[in-house]
């Protein structure tokens, strides 16, 4: 157990690492248990303006140097998935605990090489994104588990990828912090709703129900381009999946990724039973209440943290700072349970290309 503030390396000063970490970590509430070590990006000067906007103690150009710098303890990796495995493999080897963004990586070989190696180094690994950490989300798990809705039968989940992120707020500026191209998220590996998106509501379906045994699939790359601030930009990422999972005992589940059609629930799970519905957060029409629960993200989004963007990420990344500074405090964003996420996007699309149903290997333990 340690009482000493930890070095926080922020591995990418994009959308994500602006929002999640820089914005959350500069705020006075965390300083006794997290402090802003370093950041670093590739791109010319964004890393220092990063830096000197919120608070960080160095910037960097390379990742390589934000490793070398004794001051950081753990990082979080805020780069383009593709990037996720080579910047983990280094981070292990420089002895640095890791958060992950979604996805872990593109592959669950490599998550669990990943894992295997963080595991004989003595480093700890969480992965994007926690969502059962919602207590929202473990209570439904209960009364599912309770018989709430009697005989499950099926359930539904998934993600448009729309122009979400064409249109979020540090892409629209002039400045390095304002102007970030977005379009690494329509290009293979690591492109696509499925990997951007679907995954939080596959992380709800498997967290709620367990690990899914076999995927099927139909996949295809549907949008060939994409307008950003005036200039077009290839896409060749799968847009436009349906897939079918199993989970055993007769219960399936429709997952899909898709350019456009959320359902009305949005991202989050339904369920459908002999006795009714669970719908995200709503049980046969009734809010999901928990008593006492905190925050519905979950228990360090207090105070100022409360509101700001990407808190599901800033609590995901505070499970790792707590279970840095006390070994007994496990994490809920395991990486474990994103590799077994991985696998089922793997697979969909491997079903889709081969027309064949796949059987999964990966399984994770329901924290």
């Known amino acids: 157990m340690s009482n ?30 997290v402090f802003l070590a370093s950041v670093c990006d590739p791109v010319p000067g964004r ?25 950081v303890d753990l ?13 983990g493999l280094l981070a292990i080897e420089a002895g640095k605990h890791i958060h992950f963004n979604k996805t872990m990586t593109v592959t669950a070989d490599e998550s669990l090489d990943l894992i295997a190696r963080a595991e004989k180094a003595g480093v700890k690994i969480v992965a994007s994104p926690g969502q059962l950490t919602k207590p929202a989300l473990r209570e439904a798990r209960r009364r599912i588990q309770n018989g709430d809705l009697g005989q499950l039968a099926w359930a539904v989940t998934g ?83 349906l897939m079918v999972l199993d989970f055993g005992g007769n219960v399936f589940a429709f997952v899909y990724g898709t350019f456009t059609g959320n359902l009305k629930e949005g991202w989050g799970p339904t369920f459908y039973g002999t006795k009714g519905l669970i719908a995200g ?3 046969n029409g009734e809010p999901i209440v928990v008593a006492g629960a905190g925050h519905p993200a979950g228990p360090h989004v207090v105070g100022v943290h409360d509101g700001m963007g990407e808190e599901h990420v800033f609590e995901d990344m505070m499970q790792l700072v707590d279970w840095i500074h006390d070994d007994r405090v496990k994490p809920i964003a395991t990486a474990a349970h994103a590799t077994h996420v991985i696998e089922i996007i793997e697979a969909g699309l491997r079903a889709s290309d081969t027309g064949i149903t796949q059987e999964l290997k990966t399984t994770f333990d329901l924290v």
């Not at 990082?75 to 910047?87: A, D, F, G, K």
């Open 159 to 241: 993600a448009a990828f729309g122009s979400y992120h064409e249109q979020e707020g540090v892409r629209k500026g002039t400045d390095v912090l304002s102007n970030i191209n977005p379009a690494w998220y329509w290009r293979k590996p690591g492109g696509g709703p499925l990997y951007d998106m679907t995954v939080y509501g596959l992380h709800s379906l498997t967290g709620i129900l367990g690990p899914a045994k076999r995927v099927t699939g139909m996949s295809a790359n549907a949008v060939k381009e994409r307008e950003f601030r005036g200039d077009m930009y290839p896409c060749d990422a799968e847009d436009n999946t």
């Open 281 to 283: 957060e709503t049980h």
């Open 75 to 87: 990082v979080t990796i805020c780069s383009p998935i593709s990037l996720h495995y080579e910047q």
């Open 4 to 33: 000493q503030p930890l070095g926080m390396g922020v591995v990418g000063a994009g959308s994500i690492g602006i929002r999640a970490a820089l914005v959350h970590f500069s705020c006075e509430d965390v300083q006794d248990r």
């Open 47 to 71: 890393a220092e303006a990063a830096a000197a906007k919120y608070g960080v103690r160095s910037h960097h150009e390379s990742f390589e140097a934000l490793l070398a710098d004794p001051k």
